[in-house]
């Protein structure tokens, strides 16, 4: 991958606060959902919090195929990333991503039975803007 894409790709990541993160149901189909950006690892992993509750998790639990899609509207940028996503329960992995006042939807704190994390794993990634589009493998 190109230095100057990665870097323009990580730096549209760190700008967004909304990722778009698609899940496959039942029936095969994709299910779309907006979700905070809270955590990266590396421009391959990225973590979201949620409700161990939300329908998205069995999906996942089921399927874990999945994309994350980042875009600046007003420039016309975007990143797809594909791979696979993993809910994760442990301990170590939803402190990573615990904030003050997660406490009003988990009163039980950062071990609430109803909080988990998505751990995202990227294989490829397309990046669009302007006129270029391209796809890398990571």
């Known amino acids: 991958m190109d230095d100057s894409i990665k870097r323009e790709i990580i730096k549209l990541r760190s700008e ?20 905070l950006v809270l955590e990266h690892d590396s421009i391959q992993t990225q973590y979201f919090s949620t409700n161990w ?19 600046n509207e007003a420039e016309f940028k975007g990143a797809l990333f594909t791979g696979s996503m993993e809910v994760c329960r ?5 402190a990573l991503l615990w904030r003050e006042g997660f406490e009003m939807y988990y009163p039980k704190g950062v071990d ?7 751990k995202f794993t990227a294989d490829t990634v397309n ?11 990571l």
């Open 53 to 71: 509750s939300s329908k998205r998790v069995q999906q996942f639990l089921r399927n874990p195929r999945a994309s994350v899609y980042y875009c």
């Open 127 to 137: 990046y669009y803007h302007g006129l270029s589009n391209v796809t890398f493998q």
């Open 16 to 35: 967004s606060n909304i990722a778009y993160v698609a899940s496959v149901n039942e029936a095969g189909f994709p299910q779309t959902k907006a979700m």
């Open 90 to 94: 442990d301990h170590d992995t939803k």
């Open 112 to 118: 609430d039975e109803d909080y988990c994390v998505y």
